[in-house]
């Protein structure tokens, strides 16, 4: 069975500050990672995924996360906030491929300030 | 394609009446999900079809819940005799298995916020 668990329920930071959402995985096979973003009543938008193809995996609206094995970690970063960024952030997990059935953390939700 | 549809949005419900919610997938995707999102939480998978067969259930799917894909295109999700703690937003995804690009991951619709009172 597959999990991941997301440090921090709340994130809060400056506009142009430095984003870092953590997510840490568990899985018994090499695992297929997701980050998707959730805005209010809204669906779920994927923003990227690993596939091990590469470790530093570039996503969309600036994003990025780096698997890291060793760690059981595929955190999400962002250089610069911005407003628009404010939303809830969902890491999920599959361990079948990237069209399957994915097990999702509870979400951070992320906080930008003027 | 507009991508994932459901129908409705938001449907508020008398404990103990059924509810049907549909999905319309984009259209050339072979694989349709179900999940369930209660408020502060992530999404919990419910069940999947591969086309037309349903190829998975959860155990959080009671017997009250049932769900369809009669020729594997839309699907429904049923909920009999509701009950308070059905209350959640039911979310669709649909993704493609296989294809010249081996597959694609899962695109989700802006799901249907079920209120039982």
């Known amino acids: 069975a597959q999990s991941v668990t997301q440090l921090g329920s709340h994130v809060s930071v400056s506009e142009g500050a430095l984003v870092l959402l953590r997510c840490n995985y568990s899985?018994?096979?090499?695992?297929?990672l997701f980050w998707y973003v959730q805005y209010p009543n809204q669906g779920l938008q994927l923003l990227l995924k690993y596939t091990s193809a590469a470790t530093l995996v570039k996503g969309i609206n600036g994003f990025e996360a780096e698997f890291k094995k060793s760690e059981t970690s595929f955190h999400l970063t962002k250089p610069s906030a911005h407003m628009s960024d404010a939303a809830e952030y969902f890491c999920a997990v599959s361990n079948t491929g990237t069209a399957s059935k994915l097990t999702f953390g509870t979400g951070t939700r992320l906080q930008v300030t003027l | 394609d507009t991508g994932v549809s459901q129908d409705p949005r938001h449907k508020i419900t008398k404990r103990g009446q059924n509810v049907t919610f549909r999905c319309d997938p984009i259209s050339e995707h072979n694989r349709l999900y179900w999940y369930r999102q209660t408020l502060g939480q992530g999404p919990e998978f419910l069940t999947y079809?591969?086309?037309?067969?349903?190829?998975?259930k959860s155990r959080l799917l009671s017997d009250r819940f049932s769900a369809e894909r009669p020729k594997g295109s839309f699907s429904t999700l049923e909920i009999q005799r509701t009950e308070q703690g059905d209350s959640a937003m039911y979310l669709c995804?649909?993704?493609?298995?296989?294809?010249?690009?081996?597959?694609?991951?899962?695109?989700f619709g802006q799901g249907t916020r079920l209120t039982v009172v």
């Open positions: 995804a649909s993704s493609l298995v296989g294809g010249r690009q081996g597959g694609t991951e899962a695109f």
């Open positions: 079809f591969q086309n037309e067969a349903q190829l998975e």
């Open positions: 899985s018994s096979v090499p695992p297929y």
